[in-house]
């Protein structure tokens, strides 16, 4: 017995049931132990995962899982379907899988959420971020949206508007003010996506935001900025803060 639980150890028990290996082995001992925050993403999708297939445990199998997708937002922006590809994922665990991702980005929701106020360009790039990023910084397509604000520079609502193909999408800027007036909105974020990763503004996205905002001063509402979600942050881009607006 002593000798398979050491050779358990050593190899990590690659074919073995996790059962099977040595308790300071298994990924939910461990976070019980010692905190989430020592698990390697393998372990954490082990817990979540629970199970492997004949001959691959639940570690064996994430580690499968990440590889195949290079991470955490290859996974998020797979389908089901393509999750379900890999030998051992069926629909049950990949439904647990896209769980545990939306549960994440709801955290960042609420995270966004806690902001007082956007009153300034840093504030609604920080608000984008958190809110709107992991849901549109990897999606496939553009999608124009809006955060709606109170005369205090607080969220009211936040709007998806439209979604469009891959290098467009539809704008009304008569459907947008319409959106701020049945709010009573004093101003506006104008929030959009480039699935290119591109963060830098295009010919049509300027047009779009002039006429917003001219289309808002007819009706004393303040379009406050228009921020394009890149890839990552650094590639966010704040036309207020480029001096666009």
Same mark, same amino acid.
């Given at each position: 017995? %002593?000798?398979?639980?050491?050779?358990? =150890? =050593?190899?990590?028990?690659?074919?073995?049931? /996790? !059962?099977?290996?040595?308790?300071?082995?298994?990924? !939910?001992?461990?976070?019980?132990?010692?905190?989430?925050?020592?698990?390697?993403?393998?372990?954490?999708?082990?817990?979540?995962?629970?199970?492997?297939?004949?001959? %691959?445990?639940?570690?064996?199998?994430?580690?499968?899982?990440?590889?195949?997708?290079? @991470?955490? !937002?290859?996974? +998020?922006?797979?389908?089901?379907?393509? *999750?379900?590809? /890999?030998?051992?994922? @069926?629909?049950?665990?990949?439904? $647990? /899988? =896209?769980?545990?991702?939306? *549960?994440?980005?709801?955290?960042?929701?609420?995270?966004?959420?806690?902001?007082?106020?956007?009153?300034?360009? &840093?504030?609604?790039?920080?608000?984008?971020?958190?809110?709107?990023?992991?849901?549109?910084?990897?999606? $496939?397509?553009?999608?124009?949206?809006?955060?709606?604000?109170? &005369?205090?520079?607080?969220?009211?609502?936040?709007?998806?508007?439209? &979604?469009?193909?891959? @290098?467009?999408?539809?704008?009304?800027?008569? $459907?947008?003010? !319409?959106?701020? %007036?049945?709010?009573?909105?004093?101003?506006?974020?104008l929030v959009h996506n480039h699935p290119s990763g591109d963060g830098e503004p295009s010919e049509d996205d300027i047009s779009l935001t002039y006429a917003v905002r001219?289309?808002? +001063?007819?009706?004393?509402?303040?379009?406050?900025?228009? %921020? /394009?979600? @890149?890839?990552?942050?650094?590639?966010?881009?704040?036309?207020? =803060?480029?001096?666009l607006l």
């Open positions: 017995m %002593v000798r398979r639980q050491e050779s358990v =150890k =050593k190899s990590g028990g690659a074919n073995l049931p /996790i !059962r099977e290996w040595i308790e300071e082995e298994r990924p !939910r001992e461990t976070l019980l132990a010692l905190g989430t925050e020592c698990l390697s993403l393998a372990k954490l999708f082990a817990i979540i995962l629970r199970t492997g297939r004949r001959g %691959v445990n639940a570690e064996e199998l994430s580690r499968r899982l990440l590889n195949a997708f290079s @991470g955490l !937002r290859g996974i +998020d922006s797979a389908s089901i379907s393509e *999750i379900c590809r /890999i030998d051992g994922i @069926g629909l049950a665990k990949a439904a $647990q /899988i =896209k769980a545990a991702l939306e *549960i994440g980005k709801r955290l960042f929701r609420e995270r966004a959420q806690s902001l007082e106020c956007i009153e300034n360009p &840093r504030r609604a790039l920080d608000y984008v971020a958190a809110f709107y990023g992991p849901y549109l910084r990897d999606a $496939q397509s553009e999608c124009l949206c809006v955060i709606l604000l109170n &005369r205090r520079h607080r969220p009211i609502r936040a709007v998806e508007l439209s &979604r469009g193909t891959i @290098g467009a999408v539809a704008a009304d800027p008569k $459907q947008i003010v !319409r959106e701020a %007036v049945q709010a009573a909105a004093s101003s506006m974020v001219d289309a808002c +001063d007819l009706f004393g509402i303040r379009l406050l900025d228009h %921020v /394009i979600v @890149g890839k990552d942050p650094e590639s966010y881009c704040s036309f207020a =803060k480029k001096g």
